[in-house]
Nanobody
């Protein structure tokens, strides 16, 4: 299953963007969904996650207060509202979904969407 992301683009510092990610056909039984990012020359890092059962959220310190993750669990869709964007937010943003099966946690990823923030 390939998750599908959308919403990336080129913006200026201080602008906003909204990313979306969905599981086409809602084939997965998702427990947690979230966003990770990878900047040039850096490792992939967690941005935010949301638990579909409890609606609890988790954010990287670097985005707290600026980014908001939300979801539509019925549609296996997650959103990331990014406000007050900074040049250091420039990265490829990847969507992730975790499906807990009898075999353990199965991770699914999207191909990524590029976010570029100019100063």
């Amino acid at each position: 299953v390939q998750l599908v992301e959308s919403g990336g683009g080129l913006v200026q510092a201080g602008d906003s963007l909204r990313l979306s990610c969905t599981d086409p056909g809602s084939t997965l039984t998702i427990s947690v969904m979230g966003w990770y990012r990878q900047a040039p020359g850096k490792q992939r890092e967690l941005v935010a996650t949301i638990n579909f059962g409890t609606s609890s959220t988790n954010y990287a310190d670097s985005v707290k207060g600026r980014f908001t993750i939300s979801s539509d669990s019925a549609k296996n869709t997650v959103y990331l509202q990014m406000n007050s964007l900074k040049p250091e937010d420039t990265a490829i943003y990847y969507c992730n979904a975790v499906d807990y099966t009898l075999l353990g946690a199965m991770n699914y990823w999207g191909k990524g969407t590029l976010v570029t923030v100019s100063s």
